[in-house]
T-cell receptor
């Protein structure tokens, strides 16, 4: 299947700093990428949908000014957690869908573990 | 809004047993349903994807079925092995190109 990478795989930062997470589709062009968050022992919750060249669509309750998403190319989307706080510590996973139309499958990155001290 | 529920939340079985994991969804207008495996602290591994026009999919010892009318999907694992120990997530999407809605998962433990 298609490959999606995430960088970094884990990051530890101090409260108040910003952290950028990259999501790349390595062997296909992703018109749409999704960002999910997973707290311990919980399931994945959608944060936002990112379409190349346009503004991301955020789910209710997700602060768009805090979680900045940029999808500047068909192979790269970035999530920046601004002024991170301990409650932002979580596992962040992206997924990518290639092509348009009725393409059914999404391919997931390996995730990024964020720990905010 | 689509909601996905998985039962049981946890399951422990001895090696060699056949087992069934259950997933239910509230909106039968489903586009596709996907089963994933997640190992502790890791990302997702896609196991099987069933499109709305399909009734089941098989891969090796895994078989997933989809019954839209009853809002249910099952993942059947034959001859379970300790290496099957992981959390299994069920996820559904109602439209092409939209995000997946995940259940909370079933954590499976297979003892040798």
């Amino acid at each position: 299947g298609a490959v999606v990478s995430q960088h970094p795989s884990w990051v530890i930062c101090k409260s108040g700093t910003s952290v950028k997470i990259e999501c790349r589709s390595l062997d296909f062009q992703a018109t749409t990428m999704f960002w999910y968050r997973q707290f311990p022992k919980q399931s994945l919750m959608l944060m936002a949908t990112s379409n190349e060249g346009s503004k991301a669509t955020y789910e209710q309750g997700v602060e768009k000014d805090k979680f900045l998403i940029n999808h500047a190319s068909l192979t790269l989307s970035t999530l920046t957690v601004t002024s991170a706080h301990p409650e932002d510590s979580s596992f962040y996973i992206c997924s990518a869908r290639f092509g348009g139309g009725a393409s059914p499958e999404q391919f997931f990155g390996p995730g990024t573990r964020l720990t905010v001290l | 809004k689509q909601e996905v529920t998985q039962i049981p939340a946890a399951l422990s079985v001895p090696e060699g047993e056949n087992l069934v994991l259950n997933c239910s969804f509230t909106d039968s207008a489903i586009y596709n349903l996907q089963w994933f495996r997640q190992d502790p602290g890791k990302g997702l591994t896609s196991l099987l994807l069933i499109q709305s026009s399909q009734r089941e999919q098989t891969s090796g010892r895994l078989n997933a079925s989809l019954d839209k009318s009853s809002g249910r999907s099952t993942l059947y694992i034959a001859a379970s092995q300790p290496g099957d120990s992981a959390t299994y997530l069920c996820a559904a999407t109602n439209q092409a190109g939209t995000a997946l809605i995940f259940g909370k998962g079933t954590t499976l433990s297979v003892s040798s």
